[in-house]
């Protein structure tokens, strides 16, 4: 992903200011992909269809927020790199090491999140009338990175309030 490379190159080693920007990018994300839903959706031609920039700006959204959960629990930038925006594989490895204990997703949510991520990764949302599936409704999508987005900050946070504790105790001798 272009926003990790461009972190990595000028903050090499400080995971905080990678997650945390990841964060910020992802929230900022979401509140585009819901400025545009809103404008979009009001128009005729888009009554019950999701319109494309929408699914695309929601998809960098957990995109995004999903990679600053796994890097601030010590995942490679490496990793997230070769993980590009399949969705389904950073939920799932999210949810395997702590997000789970932190969100829920709600009855349909995980597939339209995994679905999203499969027609990103392989470049359908473009080409939809040829695409093998439909795209999920952003309803699903929206309520899904709405309890995320919360949870992912909270863990930075706290993670940040951690390192600033034990630093400080390094400081004291302690």
């Known amino acids: 992903m272009a926003v990790i490379n461009q972190f990595v190159q000028v903050f090499p080693m400080d995971r905080s200011i990678v997650s945390t920007d990841l964060l910020r990018y ?7 992909s819901d400025a545009v839903h809103q404008t979009l959706t009001s128009q005729p031609r888009y009554r019950g269809v999701p319109p494309l920039p929408t699914l695309k700006l929601i998809g960098g959204a957990f995109e995004m927020l999903l990679k600053a959960f796994l890097l601030e629990h010590g995942e490679t930038l490496k990793l997230l790199q070769s993980m590009d925006s399949d969705l389904e594989r950073l939920r799932r490895r999210a949810m395997d090491i702590g997000l789970s ?7 349909l949510e995980e597939t339209a999140i995994d679905l999203l991520g499969h027609q990103l990764v392989n470049r359908e949302l473009a080409f939809q009338p040829f695409a093998a599936s439909s795209p999920p409704p952003y309803f699903l999508l929206r309520a899904a990175a709405g309890r995320l987005a919360p949870v992912v900050r909270q863990e930075i946070e ?13 400081a004291s001798g302690v």
Do not use: P, T
């Open 26 to 32: 992802g929230e900022q994300y979401l509140e585009a």
């Open 101 to 107: 204990q932190r969100v829920v997703f709600q009855g």
């Open 158 to 170: 706290d993670r940040e309030a951690d390192r600033a504790g034990q630093s400080g105790l390094v």
